[in-house]
């Protein structure tokens, strides 16, 4: 849907989304600059990057699907004021493609997930000429976006490039530290054990990069929908391999989940919830889990413990809410 449209649909004057210009933030800039990204994850690099240099909004919050998410009246007017746009891109935000693609003839707007290198990411067949986009998934990957975001920040506020830089080095730094505990954790899962059955398939890249088998009921997509032979298929896997934990996703129903715990159930395979995983948003504001480090380092945590292996009920930095 053109920008123009979307005025139209939603009683703006065209003026109020594409009458301003982006502009770099001087020195004589008082106040922080306005920052929107979309996803919760994207917001996080963001606030851990420019620090009081800038206000962060994010339009999806927790449990928000970002898949099936558009944008609201109240998402133009931020985006219409904001100095900076931050949005995923390969196809993550579908329903907001169209749009961001236009709005970024005509304001500051990145897609700070097309900085990856293409060759890093995993195709689908059933989106051809797509990749997956769940690639803050492996903390590795998710750096190349960190310095997407620090370089749109300095793009936007040259001023602010020193501060930027080294906020930048800082979270990279903890990220790595993630990325050890994530290796020590996950080896200690038993080989027959690893594999990851969840609500929908957004933990490739994390199976990719730890060495687990990932099988997810719906698509790379929510709005793919799960037929019946595909949780039949499921519940034979499930059976087969006597798979003893599922997992369900915080911004997914879990009506499928249960389907395949019923089918195993008929056929005489006792199966867990292993748990809630944080897929494509990120816990609560103000928690631990509402970051980007304790978010995964909660999938981490929980997927080890539930599968057999050995990691502390608290996590990384003992921060968890609760034990896994």
């Known amino acids: 849907m053109s920008l123009r449209r979307i005025a139209r649909n939603f009683g703006f004057a065209l003026a109020a989304v594409c009458g301003f210009v982006a502009v770099s933030v001087t020195a004589a800039s008082a106040k922080p600059i306005d920052v929107v990204a979309t996803t919760s994850m994207i917001a996080d690099a963001a606030r851990q990057v420019a620090g009081d240099r800038a206000k962060v909004t994010a339009l999806m919050g927790p449990g928000v699907d970002p898949h099936s998410y558009r944008q609201t009246r109240s998402d133009i007017a931020a985006m219409a004021r904001a ?61 190349t976006v960190v310095l997407a975001v620090r370089d749109a920040l300095i793009k936007t506020d040259p001023e ?10 800082k979270h990279i730094a903890d990220i790595e530290k993630l990325i050890t505990y994530m290796q020590l954790v996950t080896k200690t899962v038993p080989e027959k054990s690893r594999v990851l059955l969840t609500a929908h398939d957004a933990f490739s890249y994390f199976g990719r990069g730890y060495d687990f088998e990932v099988l997810g009921i719906q698509g790379i997509s929510t709005e793919s929908e799960a037929g019946l032979r595909r949780v039949e298929e499921l519940v034979d896997s499930i059976v087969d391999r006597k798979i003893a934990a599922v997992f369900v996703e915080s911004s997914v129903p879990e009506r499928n ?46 997927i080890t413990r539930a599968l057999g292996g050995d990691a502390p009920a608290t996590g990384m930095q003992g921060k968890l809410a609760t034990g896994s």
């Open 83 to 143: 100095d900076l746009v931050l949005w995923h891109g390969l196809y993550l935000e579908a329903q907001l493609e169209e749009f961001f693609l236009d709005l970024e003839k005509r304001r500051n707007v990145i897609a700070v997930g097309e900085a990856i290198d293409k060759s890093k990411l995993l195709s689908h067949a059933q989106y051809k000429g797509r990749y997956d986009p769940h690639v803050w998934m492996n903390p590795k990957l998710w750096e």
């Open 257 to 302: 989940v249960r389907a395949l715990i019923e089918g195993a159930a008929a056929r005489g395979q006792k199966v867990e919830i292993g748990g809630t995983l944080f897929s494509d948003a990120m816990g609560e504001p103000g928690t631990y889990e509402g970051t980007y480090i304790g978010m995964i380092d909660h999938n981490a945590t929980l």
């Open 160 to 169: 602010g490039e020193v501060t930027y830089r080294a906020n930048a080095d």
